[in-house]
């Protein structure tokens, strides 16, 4: 089963298809990530690319669906205040969000909306700011994930890409790891190691890169590899 293309961008397949290749892929990466924090505790993970159109909303997606499967109450944040996207998957209003919270026009309960996957909730991004990276770098951004730490086995972060704009390294001093998506045959490794830099320069732990849409030379679909 090849990645999800622009035709059905938006599919868990981990929920619609569970025993496929990609799914098992996705379980292989939680498992990973699992083990990853046998030596220091992981409550919220930050999954960002290098450049748009990388993977990495589907990846975040569906990775909170396989830790959901595992009975954790999972938490899933769209804090890309700039181009929104998990709303899609999960067929979510996202006229109310993170950005209301934010500037103080509600409480984080009214933000946090149940999904149809058991153990699943999303905050959805909102309206988007003039603003997003000066919002994300607020204390009430800080004083929410400590609340939110205490209702919720795991927290999963999207962030807008990392080249682009500084949100991502602004998101990953918050997180106690970092995911790395890459496309493969897309990105330059030079913008790559850029992005690998830029987490260093702030300190933030970087958990592994998830690498897609490489060919299997067995069946010719897609998969995902991590490293």
């Known amino acids: ?21 990609i799914s098992e892929s996705y379980k292989t990466l939680r498992t990973n990530l699992t083990f990853s924090a046998v030596d ?3 409550k919220r993970i930050l999954v960002t690319s290098s450049q748009p159109g990388e993977g990495k909303s ?8 396989t830790f959901a499967q595992e009975n954790k109450r999972v938490l899933l944040i769209d804090a890309d205040l700039r181009k929104p996207a998990l709303h899609h998957f999960f067929v979510k209003s996202n006229r109310y969000g993170l950005t209301n919270v ?12 149940e999904t149809d996957i058991p153990n699943l909730s999303i905050i959805p991004s909102g309206p988007v700011p003039p603003n997003p990276s000066e919002l994300l770098a607020s204390q009430k951004m800080k004083a929410l994930l400590e609340q939110l730490d205490a209702e919720y086995d795991l927290i999963l972060i999207d962030s807008p890409p990392s080249l682009a704009v500084t949100d991502a390294q602004i998101l990953s001093t918050l997180c106690d790891g970092v995911l790395l998506v890459v496309h493969y045959g897309k990105v330059k490794q030079q913008l790559v190691q850029k992005s690998l830099l830029g987490f260093e320069h702030v ?13 299997s030379p067995k069946d010719g679909s897609s998969s995902y590899y991590y490293m």
């Open 102 to 113: 934010l500037i103080n026009q509600g409480q984080a309960a009214s933000s946090i909306l």
């Open 203 to 215: 300190k933030a732990r970087v958990l592994g890169v998830v690498i897609n849409n490489i060919m």
């Open 58 to 65: 589907t990846t975040i997606a569906n990775l909170a669906v």
């Open 1 to 21: 089963m090849s990645v999800p293309t622009s035709k059905n961008k938006y599919l868990l397949v981990t929920n619609t298809n569970p025993k496929s290749i």
């Open 40 to 42: 220091q505790a992981i």
